[in-house]
């Protein structure tokens, strides 16, 4: 266990919708970073986020978008969703260091599978 | 256009084999390369993360070497056990954007 959670485990939703998925980072870590995985592709960087601002972007889509609030948990929020966003998403969490969180371990949670039909 | 490559793709040994796969990456601006391993229905699991041309990384088994002059990396498993079955990805950071391999998918008979 890494300890850093991810809600829900699963969601199942229709073309068109939209869906928050949420994370909260281990203790102490101020980091977030948001990842897809698709059945084609491998790991996907979507976003950093450091102590609610967002730090590093990456093939994130305009539909997408994601914050970090105060108490430092991550939302990622899905719109007008499209068969081919269906994926698992994985949040992941450091503690940033002076390397401003490159060189830092991040530490995976289990993920959310989002399913859409 | 950044490419992370790791080869092989998949790899077959037995129980007792020493194996080794490489990441090949953009050996400009380089900033970190950060190897995982990730078991099926599980997350990944950070093994190394390495910044220094010539850095030599070891957990118990498992070590890891860096060039980035030539841009790869190897890792290296000692003696590999059935638990070692899982991918095996390499993520190249470009000062922010974390770039992913498709990994190397191994497998261990007993």
Redesign the interface.
């Known amino acids: 266990d890494s300890g850093v959670t991810q809600t829900p485990k699963h969601l199942i939703t229709a073309t068109g919708q939209r869906v928050t998925l949420r994370c909260s980072p281990r203790s102490g870590d101020l980091s977030v970073y948001w990842y897809q995985q698709s059945l084609d592709q491998g790991l996907q960087f979507l976003i950093q986020y450091y102590n609610g601002e967002e730090r590093a972007k990456g093939n994130i889509l305009e539909r997408f978008s994601a914050q970090q609030f105060p108490d430092l948990h991550s939302e990622l929020n899905l719109s007008s969703l499209e068969l081919g966003d269906s994926a698992l998403y994985f949040c992941a969490s450091s503690v940033v260091s002076t390397s401003g969180g490159i060189t830092d371990t991040q530490y995976f949670g289990p993920g959310t599978r989002l399913t859409v039909l | 256009i950044l490419n992370v490559e790791q080869s092989p793709q998949s790899l077959h040994v037995q129980e007792g084999d020493s194996t080794n796969f490489t990441c090949s990456f953009p050996s400009s601006n380089f ?2 390369l ?1 190897w995982y391993r990730w078991e099926t229905a ?5 093994l190394f ?1 390495m ?1 220094l041309n010539g850095d030599e990384k070891k957990k118990g088994r498992i070590s890891a070497t860096l060039n980035t002059k030539e841009g790869y990396s190897y890792l290296y498993i000692k003696g590999s056990q059935p638990e070692d079955s899982a991918t095996y ?1 390499c ?1 190249y ?1 470009q ?9 190397t998918e191994l497998s261990v008979k007993p």
């Open positions: 900033y970190a950060h599980k997350s990944p699991e950070a993360v910044t990805l993520s950071n000062g922010g954007k974390l770039i992913f391999g498709q990994g």
